[in-house]
T-cell receptor, first 109, second 115 residues
Framework: RKEVEQDPGPFNVPEGATVAFNCTYS??????FFWYRQDCRKEPKLLMSVYSSGNEDGRFTAQLNRASQYISLLIRDSKLSDSATYLCVVNRNFNKFYFGSGTKLNVKP | EAGVTQFPSHSVIEKGQTVTLRCDPI?????LYWYRRVMGKEIKFLLH????????ESGMPNNRFLAERTGGTYSTLKVQPAELEDSGVYFC?????????????FGEGSRLTVL
């Protein structure tokens, strides 16, 4: 079973839409959680960390449900520039980062 | 400040040949990681250096892969002899401290094609 599972998409949404991605992780010993963004043929970049209490950064909201081993990312008022692949990343044993295969988002005009 | 740099950006070699990938982390970052993404699959951990020491190399696929980080600065990843299944994008990442912060800074990757 994969450490981190994501719906690969693509999610095709119009500008201004709200879109949500989900991610599940298999190991309950996972310690910290993140969303990374990867543009086509570019390197992954940290978008935001995910905290148990939920956290928000502008149009982006991340949630963590440890009981269900589930992480989510909500993007409000989608922009064309949000088009990218969103990687769910889980950390265990301090320096072992496990990546999901990514969810592709296409925001259309 | 310069980010993580990797060289070459793309390498095309034949099966059985040797390739050496280089990574220069952000200056002052003790932690250096190598990851690999094979087409259609998720990014997978290969190994982790803290300064010049291998902290964890459990992700290295086999003994055809050798990573070094002499002097705790740049790192090299050598594949010898290369096989078809080694094709993919090799990412290097660095971070300033050990822990669970998740702030990995990635290079743009070295795309390896083995024919």
């Amino acid at each position: 079973r994969k450490e981190v599972e994501q719906d690969p998409g693509p999610f095709n949404v119009p500008e201004g839409a709200t879109v949500a991605f989900n991610c599940t992780y298999s190991n309950s010993a996972s310690q910290s959680f993140f969303w990374y963004r990867q543009d086509c043929r570019k390197e992954p970049k940290l978008l935001m960390s995910v905290y148990s209490s939920g956290n928000e950064d502008g149009r982006f909201t991340a949630q963590l449900n440890r009981a269900s081993q589930y992480i989510s990312l909500l993007i409000r008022d989608s922009k064309l520039s949000d088009s990218a692949t969103y990687l769910c990343v889980v950390n265990r044993n301090f320096n072992k980062f496990y990546f999901g295969s990514g969810t592709k988002l296409n925001v259309k005009p | 400040e310069a980010g993580v740099t990797q060289f070459p950006s793309h390498s095309v070699i034949e099966k059985g040949q040797t390739v050496t990938l280089r990574c220069d982390p952000i200056s002052g970052h003790d932690n250096l990681y190598w990851y690999r993404r094979v087409m259609g699959k998720e990014i997978k951990f290969l190994l982790h250096f803290v300064k010049e020491s291998k902290q964890d190399e459990s992700g290295m696929p086999n003994n055809r892969f050798l990573a070094e980080r002499t002097g705790g600065t740049y790192s090299t990843l050598k594949v010898q002899p290369a096989e078809l299944e080694d094709s993919g994008v090799y990412f290097c990442a660095s971070s300033s401290r050990t822990g669970i912060t998740g702030e990995l800074f990635f290079g743009e990757g070295s795309r390896l094609t083995v024919l």
